[in-house]
């Protein structure tokens, strides 16, 4: 049952706009490192929305792109959780909205929603 209602649980996110803090830079290695402050939401498995924004670092390396982010809710909170893929989550890039192969995130008590998502 567990699984099933977790499996429910969709986490979308959209490509709102950056905002004006936007950061790119190239290291020795042929990574591109991209940082943004962007709009994004969690959708939680009764479908209440709840917008959020949310200090990202996106890592482009060769043929692999990796997303970290750090967010806090704009009004409410959804109630604390784990979410990944092995259990049914879905993640979608802020910077462009392409959906994850994988995730790991967790809603912290406190507000926050922390993880990452590979491309």
């Known amino acids: 049952m567990k699984k099933s209602l977790l499996v429910l649980v ?3 996110t959209c490509a709102l706009g950056l905002s004006a803090g936007v950061q790119t830079a190239s290291g020795n290695n042929g ?6 402050t962007l709009q994004s939401f ?4 009764n479908g209440i929305f709840y917008p959020a924004t949310c200090d ?14 750090h967010c806090t809710f704009d009004a409410a909170v959804p109630a604390p959780l784990v979410c990944d893929t092995s259990i049914g989550c879905l993640w979608f890039s802020d910077f462009d909205g392409a959906e994850a192969t994988s995730t790991h995130f967790v809603i ?4 926050l929603m922390v993880g990452w998502a590979l491309y």
Do not use: L
């Open 10 to 12: 969709i986490v979308t």
């Open 31 to 36: 990574a591109t490192v991209t940082r943004a």
């Open 42 to 45: 969690f959708v939680d498995e």
């Open 56 to 69: 990202e670092t996106q890592v482009i390396n060769g043929n692999q792109r990796k997303e970290t982010f």
């Open 108 to 111: 912290t008590q406190s507000g």
